[in-house]
Structure formats: C-alpha cells, structure tokens
C-alpha cells in the first residue's frame, strides 16, 4: 500500500519539477555553482557570470540579474547539480555543451585565479554534460586565449 501511494507521487513531483524548471534557470544554477565552488563570490565572478548569461542566453542585463536571484534560490533548495544538468542533456545539443563549458571557464577566469575547487567543479559539471575530456581541454584553453590567461 505505501508503495503504491509512493508511485503515485513521484511522478506527480517529477513532472512539477520538470513544469517549473527551464533550461536557463538550470544553466544559471550551473555558471553560479563555479563562481560559488572556491566559497568566494568575488564581484568579478558575479559580473562575469551576468554577462555570460546576457550573452549566452540573449536576456538582457536586467532579466540576467533576475535569473541570477531565482538561480540562488534554485541552488540553494537542491540537493545537487544533477536535475540541472540533465534538463541541460535533454535539451542541448553537444556542441551548445561545449560552449556552456567554455563559459564555465570565463567565469572562473573572471577573478584572475583558478582554483582548484572552481576546476573541479567545470570537471564535475562537464562530465555530468557528458562533454569529452578533449571538449572540456579545449575549452579551458579557448577560454584562457580570450582572457589573456595561462591555464
């Protein structure tokens, strides 16, 4: 009996999340997870990551900012990138995966250090992407040449 209560519910809680969820709160989540994963914020990142949403996404700087904000409350209710992420999968080609890594890297760029934690995480989120470690390289490189940094 409390398994069949329990089938009915998960897929009603999944479709919700599904309804409630789109790509661009998910990529948000996604950018934001890296300028937050070395537990420093600095305002460099948070610029880097508003103006890679107003260029990845086509939004302008004012609904960016407002995605930003749902993307915080997003992150902080979740128990992991993998809902983002696999809406990200469903609905991206590979190709839009790779550019994603790519600004994954301009915003852990942004501060000028890239910390172990914020690699990590690109790592994390690009194997989740199932990008190729060739993909994940070349766009830590493509990244690094645009911002004049050495990886």
Known sequence: MAF??????????????????????????L???VAQSDFEET???????????????????????????SARD???NSAGLYEFTR???????????????????????ADGVIDKYEEAAIRKVSELLYVSHSDFIKAKLAAANATNKVP
């Open 43 to 69: 305002e460099e990142e948070t610029s880097a990551l508003i103006a890679g949403l107003t260029e990845y996404l086509g939004e302008s700087s004012h609904t960016s900012q407002d995605l930003l904000a």
């Open 87 to 109: 809406l990200a999968c469903t609905q991206m080609s590979v190709s839009e995966r790779c550019t994603l890594i790519e600004q994954l890297w301009h915003i852990a760029y």
């Open 74 to 76: 997003d992150k902080a």
């Open 4 to 29: 069949k209560w329990l089938a009915r519910l998960v897929p009603q809680a999944s479709e919700a999340a599904e309804n409630s969820d789109s790509l661009s709160r998910a990529i948000a989540v």
């Open 31 to 33: 950018m934001l997870e």
